[in-house]
């Protein structure tokens, strides 16, 4: 996976509601599942065209000598040598050997790997759990995962016994209890027994976030509760889902945010911009970037060439091409020095 280069773009995953498009099942290069607690935070960097890792203060503690990397998941990072990934420990040791021709973080105590085309799972330790027998599969999260088998998407749970049957046309990973899937062609939910919570009958769906789901209607995007019910209509162009308690959504080209009860509380006049994360947003005037709070007031002025989401208090952003970190203050915890950086909108 390469990894965003900010003073380009800070990929917005918006949707285009009003365009119909095939839904994608995320592939295993596409997808790090990673957690990292507020503690020895590490981050992975790029420094003369080798990723490594620096703590808070900028410091390497992990000497650049990788081909790519990725946050840590608990006790073990992800990361690419001679065009394999295996994991190493916080103190830069290679513990699972650098054996796969792809890989995630891990998620509920294993990984997910591909070894000859195939994907499966290992614990970590390094031992297969489930072995590679599936075309393609997801992380772990809330016990199940999904698979492909014979091209259809099913669940399994940690043990790799078939928990829910394979036979939805596409799946997600489960989140607030429930998957959207596809079936028949149509989109819905299913909770954690494979049964129907919001039968299939939209257009596309995404998953729920903060008790809300995105459903497409018409072209159009609105959202649904828990109980299926649609609570903010479908008239929406292009939206995300919530995070802190606002939506982004995009009119006329340009971004801004609705509450839970579909009012514009910040009127669209950014041509770009992200979610709330740890309170603040980024937001993109021309060429530049900086934060808002949740009243739409800017805290920290658009002056970064660019800029990611916050993350344990801490943003990444881009100055006259190099990468760096910034508080919720706006102040700088590292210079920016680096040439690129593993985003932390993935850490999440």
């Known amino acids: 996976m390469k990894k965003l280069i900010f003073s380009i773009a800070v990929v917005l995953l918006i949707i285009g509601c009003n365009k119909s498009e095939e839904p994608v099942t995320q592939d295993i290069a596409d997808n790090n599942q990673v957690a990292e607690s507020a503690v020895d935070l590490l981050f992975p960097v790029m420094s003369a065209g080798l990723w490594g890792y620096v703590n808070q ?12 990397a990725w946050s840590f998941s608990g006790e073990l990072a992800l990361v690419q040598v001679n ?16 054996d796969f ?24 330790a390094g031992e297969i759990a489930i072995p590679a027998q599936y075309e393609v599969a997801l992380w772990f999260s809330e016990g199940l995962a999904g698979v492909l088998v014979d091209g259809r998407w099913g669940y399994i749970n ?7 049957q ?56 609105g959202f649904i509760n828990t109980d299926g019910e649609m609570v903010i209509p479908a008239d929406i162009g292009n939206t995300l889902g919530f995070q802190g308690g606002l939506a982004l959504v995009r009119e006329d080209g340009m971004c801004g945010f609705i509450n839970k009860q579909g009012e514009t509380v910040i009127t669209p006049q950014y041509e770009n911009a992200g979610g709330f994360f ?26 970064f060439d660019g800029a990611g989401n916050f993350s344990e208090g801490l943003a990444p952003v881009v100055v006259g091409g ?27």
């Open 101 to 124: 021709t792809n890989a995630l973080g891990f998620s509920e105590g294993l990984a997910l790997v591909q070894v000859g085309g195939a994907s499966g799972y290992i614990n970590t």
């Open 166 to 221: 394979p036979v939805f046309q596409s799946a997600a990973v489960f989140s607030e209890g429930m998957a959207n899937v596809q079936y028949n062609g149509l989109y819905g939910f299913i909770n954690t027994s494979g049964d129907f919570a919001i039968e299939p009958e939209f257009e596309f769906v995404l998953g729920f976030s903060e008790g809300l789901a995105i459903v497409v209607v018409d072209g159009m995007c």
């Open 83 to 98: 065009g394999n990934r295996g994991f190493i420990n916080r103190e830069g040791e290679m513990v699972i050997a650098p």
């Open 57 to 68: 203060q900028g410091e390497f503690i992990i000497p650049p000598q990788f081909e790519d």
């Open 158 to 164: 940690t043990q790799g016994d078939m928990v829910i």
């Open 278 to 303: 740890g309170g603040l947003s980024f937001v993109q005037t021309g060429n530049l970037r900086g934060y808002i709070n949740p009243e739409g007031e800017v805290v920290i002025p658009l002056r």
């Open 322 to 348: 190099k990468c760096g970190f910034i508080n919720t203050d706006g102040e700088y915890v590292i210079e920016p020095r680096f040439d690129y950086l593993d985003p932390m909108a993935e850490w999440k």
